[in-house]
């Protein structure tokens, strides 16, 4: 690999270190950064997470929701954004089902609606095995058209949907028996990597309609400054990348991390599966009793600390070189 | 004993009937009083206005509306296949289907139910009793509303609109009409702008570092004998930026072909690489050079964002050109074409209009064009008059709108020390006007 | 004319009634006609593409060109991730109706299309987005110098994000009360206000200058104004 020094264009220092530095090959910060996410990881670093105020919004929205109220989940992320939105979908409907809420999955993304279907596979049938396909959940799956789908789900759900993922009739499917719109569901949860996502939903869906559904939005960091303008009027609470996620998962799993659904899963995972797979469902701290997948948001953030820490401690090396460069040069 | 289990069992029919009439006496809110229906005004035809008395205390109002022609239908025919089909996997015949089917017509024309729709339900309270009934399925059409009141899940008896509204198309939608004349504003300001420049007015503009190194980035290629690669984002051509880019394009493959560089355009569209191999085919004629123009170095790679990602960077390293550019829609492969770019020690030239990606482009490229620099690219480089002139319109349009949003900045913070006032009305008037 | 004249008249056509069709209702079914137009062209340009890749990987490999096996590599991935999606190879059989094989679900992590996707495509684009955080760094590195006060100012608003947004904000101002005047001085407090507020109304301000450059391009393009796109006579 060819390298662009920093400073090839200046004298470079006398003092080893700051030569080093002035010199450095980039695979030592690469090297530098995958020991900051990979030791967290192996030594189980877990911070302490409090949670700040849009976590509890969020958190407050679903909590005070009826029981069995609609919730609407949109899945509009895919693969390569998983490692900052999973935990807050995994969150998301381990918290509407601890409730005992309807749940409805689509997605505007292509590849979101497998990611639904991962998400119930792992979470919903796991640890809420009393969740009946087309009673308690159904899969509506992947529709083209962007913002356009919103636009017309909002007031017509069977102009788009009119058969759920498997081909089943929406008139067939109990949950949604007498559902004309999306207007009939009482809070959207939308899980966002880009466009279409967030923003549509907040434009077409809660600006049109204020009163007929709440939104709540799960985002990456990198497009959460574009979605702030729309908190607390058209979203009643976000998720902001995974530090929402983690804060979110510690309320969600004070109430409902270790109900008597989980510990039973956990014990029928654990005698199917022998040891390694109870290891593998409970967390990384044993005693919590708290199953893994759910505090995925909170075990990352052990990476993310350490490598934020990187950074700040690169950016100050990379102005230490500059300082003895720039100096070195005036002395001259 | 058993005569007094007689009793009770008696009694059990009657008392059930009295509670029932008491929860319905109690729970069922009132019927709604004063229903209107209206055609909404400016509008496409197909909205209605929905109002009715305040309801005290707050409860919620469920809205249906009567079917449309071709909505009939529609269900008519489903209900039709619906018959047939099971008469079919019953075993029946041609003629017996066809009996279910017509059947299944008559009963839905039996069934006064059907000919509704649910539309929705709203919050009804004092001071909020309407609803916009909108996104009707055909303009031009009498429709019918129905509203009932609902109160911890117990609903009133249904009201039901006097008489059909006829719905009426509107020559435009009246709440689009302040971003039309916002629109009419800016297409005259920038055409008397170029008209202006025509004329010899011609507007100076300041330099743009990113732009004047366009020649260099392409020389430099030329003498390292190099190519030059060119990404025009990951957008297709319905992005405007992508259009953008590939008038970038027209004036960076005129460079190429002058300094008979090789540029290189992966794309991630089909349609995209169709339009990109157009742009460096007129530029390749523009400078008479057209023996030297190669369509095979102008390719589609994949849709996917990430698979690109990988063919690009992997070229990057492989190929190692001398200068990249980047001008159209980035999401996060910005910072990695970027990056890998700044490794093999390429001139990068950066160009989006997506503000997320931004700080990337600033961060690892030589140049960068921000946001509106981006679209005033291809004006700047041609150096022509009319298109120079439409730079300074653009200006103009950007020197009211930062009037109107300082304005109403100072009027809306005048308008919360005092509510009451006339600031905080102007400043209403203005959110709503362009809202 | 073929090469100027024309494209220059279906350019305007077809962004005027986009423009009229989205103020004037009367008009919005031509706008919807011009949509279709352009969706139909991008599915024939799609055929262009496919046989674009295939024509110039076959090249290369026949050629043997330098990176001749990634091409292979390429041709492979495309003709038989394109053979199990549009045959429905492997398909798990419908429960409905399990004589029919093209009823089968193959996005179903049994079949062959939902294994490719599941075990290839998302692990591998899963580590290309991961790359970031390398690069990040990287520029990271490189890019943030105290040249300036408006660096300086750039500098200080990283420090804030990057502790503000983990534990490292509790640990070095947790001790300063949430509740309390001095509140807006804890990191995540700072972070989130930066974002909020300070971000929010740069991102707008550029919003709007790239709103008026979309029009402006737009409207060189319809009017004619801009034809670097065509060919010169």
């Known amino acids: 690999m060819s390298t662009q020094h920093t400073q090839s264009s200046t004298t470079v220092p006398h003092g080893a270190f700051i030569r080093f530095l002035a010199t450095m090959d980039r695979r030592w910060i690469f090297l530098a950064m995958m020991l900051a996410v990979g030791m967290p990881i192996l030594l189980k670093l877990r911070p302490p997470e409090s949670p700040g105020p849009l976590s509890n919004a969020t958190f407050a929205a679903i909590e005070h929701l009826p029981a069995g109220s609609r919730v609407l989940l949109s899945f509009d992320y895919d693969p390569a954004s998983e490692g900052e939105l999973q935990p807050m979908a995994n969150a998301f409907v381990h918290h509407c089902a601890s409730k005992g809420h ?36 159904c899969m509506l799956g992947y529709k083209a058209g962007n913002e356009g789908v919103i636009k017309v789900i909002v007031t017509d759900l069977l102009q788009q949907y009119s058969t759920d993922a498997s081909g089943t009739p929406l008139g067939e499917v109990p949950m949604l028996k007498g559902v004309s719109n999306i207007q009939a569901f009482d809070l959207i949860l939308n899980v ?135 100096s070195k040069g005036a002395t001259r | 004993m058993r005569r007094l289990l007689q009793i009770c069992v008696s009694c059990v029919p009657v008392a059930l009937s009295l509670s029932g009439m008491c929860l319905a006496q109690v729970d069922a809110p009132p019927p709604l009083t004063g229903l209107t229906v209206a055609d909404k005004a400016g509008d496409d035809g197909r909205a209605l206005i929905v109002h009715w008395d305040a309801t005290t205390p707050p409860m919620q109002v469920w809205v249906s509306r009567s079917l449309g022609d071709d909505e009939r239908k529609s269900l008519v025919r489903d209900a039709r296949v619906d018959a047939a089909a099971k008469a079919i996997a019953a075993g029946a015949s041609k003629a017996e289907a066809e009996a279910a089917a017509d059947a299944a017509e008559r009963a839905f024309g039996q069934d006064a139910e059907r000919g509704w729709t649910f539309v929705g339900i709203t919050e009804s309270a004092d001071g909020v009793s309407g609803f916009e009934l909108s996104d009707l399925p055909e303009a031009a059409q009498g429709f019918r509303v129905r509203a009932q009141a609902s109160r911890d899940g117990v609903r009133s008896s249904a009201v039901e609109s006097a008489q059909p509204v006829v719905t009426e198309s509107s020559a435009f939608f009246s709440a689009r009409f302040p971003l039309m004349v916002g629109l009419a504003v800016l297409t005259i300001t920038i055409g008397i702008c170029v008209r202006s420049a025509q004329r010899g007015n011609i507007p100076r503009l300041r330099k743009i570092a990113a732009l004047d190194a366009f020649d260099e980035a392409v020389g430099r290629a030329t003498e390292m004998g190099r190519s030059v690669l060119f990404i025009p984002g990951i957008q297709d051509m319905t992005d405007i930026q992508t259009v953008a880019g590939l008038t970038v394009l027209s004036r960076v493959a005129r460079t190429t072909a002058e300094y008979d560089a090789t540029l290189e355009v992966p794309t991630t569209r089909s349609l995209v690489m169709t339009a990109a191999r157009e742009t460096v085919q007129s530029a390749h004629f523009a400078v008479h050079r057209p023996e030297s123009y190669r369509p095979d170095l102008i390719n589609y790679i994949t849709d996917e964002q990430f698979g690109y990602v990988a063919y690009v960077a992997g070229k990057m390293v492989r190929e190692k050109p001398a200068t990249c550019f980047y001008m159209g829609a980035f999401y996060a492969e910005s910072l990695l074409f970027a990056e890998t770019g700044n490794s093999i020690g390429a001139i990068q030239i950066g160009g989006t209009a997506e503000p997320s990606q931004l700080p990337f482009f600033v961060a690892a490229c030589d140049y960068t064009l921000i946001g509106e620099e981006f679209f005033a690219a291809s004006a700047y480089l041609s150096g022509e008059p009319a298109q120079l002139g439409s730079i300074r319109g653009q200006d103009i349009g950007k020197l009211i709108a930062a009037v109107i949003v300082v304005l109403g900045t100072a009027l809306a913070t005048v308008g919360a020390f005092a509510p009451e006032g006339s600031a905080a009305a102007a400043a209403t008037w203005i959110v709503g006007a362009l809202s | 004319m073929l090469k100027r004249t024309i494209p220059l008249f279906i350019t305007g056509a077809a962004g005027g009634i986009l423009i009229l069709a989205y103020f004037s209702p009367a008009t919005t079914n031509w706008g919807e006609v011009v949509t279709d137009w352009m969706n139909t062209l991008a599915a024939v340009a799609f055929i262009l593409g496919g046989g674009n890749l295939l024509f110039v990987n076959l090249e290369k490999i026949s050629s043997k060109r330098s990176g001749w096996a990634y091409a292979l590599v390429t041709l492979l991935a495309f003709v038989v991730t394109l053979a199990f999606g549009v045959l429905k190879i492997g398909a798990v059989p419908n429960a409905q109706f399990p004589a029919t094989p093209w009823a ?130």
């Open chain 1, 102 to 137: 309807k749940l409805a999955f689509m997605a505007l993304w292509p590849l979101g609606a497998q990611k639904a279907n991962e998400t119930v596979n792992t979470v919903l049938k796991p640890f809420h095995p009393e969740y009946k396909l087309g009673v308690d959940y």
């Open chain 1, 192 to 326: 966002s990597a880009g466009y279409p996502g967030a923003k549509e939903w907040a434009q077409y869906a809660t600006s049109a309609y204020p009163d007929a559904f709440s939104l709540l939005v799960g985002t990456t960091g990198v497009q959460s400054n574009q979605l702030y303008p729309y908190y607390p009027t058209q979203m009643k609470g976000m998720l902001v990348a995974i530090k929402g996620a983690a804060e979110y998962e510690v309320l969600v799993n004070a109430k409902y991390g270790n109900t008597p659904a989980i510990v039973a899963a956990q014990r029928m995972m654990s005698s199917r599966e022998g040891e390694s797979a109870s290891e593998n469902a409970s967390g990384d701290t044993p005693e919590s009793g708290v199953p893994a997948i759910l505090q995925e948001g909170q075990r990352r953030m052990g990476p993310q600390l350490i490598a934020h820490l990187l950074m700040v401690t690169l950016i100050v090396l990379g102005n230490v070189v500059y300082f003895a460069t720039r």
């Open chain 3, 104 to 233: 089968g679900d193959y996005e179903s992590v049994r079949a062959p299309f939902g294994w490719v996707y599941e075990y290839v495509l998302s692990p591998l684009t899963a580590t290309m987005f991961a790359l970031l955080a390398f690069y990040v760094a990287s520029a990271a590195f490189r890019a943030f110098r105290a040249k300036n006060i408006e660096a300086i100012l750039l500098l200080g608003t990283a420090f804030v994000i990057l502790l503000g947004r983990t534990a490292a904000a509790g640990i070095l101002t947790g001790w300063i009360s949430p509740e309390g005047p001095f509140a807006f001085l804890r990191l995540d407090t700072m972070a989130v206000n930066i974002m909020q507020y300070v971000s929010t109304a740069g991102t707008r301000a550029v919003m709007m200058g790239i709103a008026l450059g979309i029009a402006a391009t737009s409207l060189r393009l319809i009017l004619g104004i801009d034809r670097s796109y065509l060919v010169n006579d």
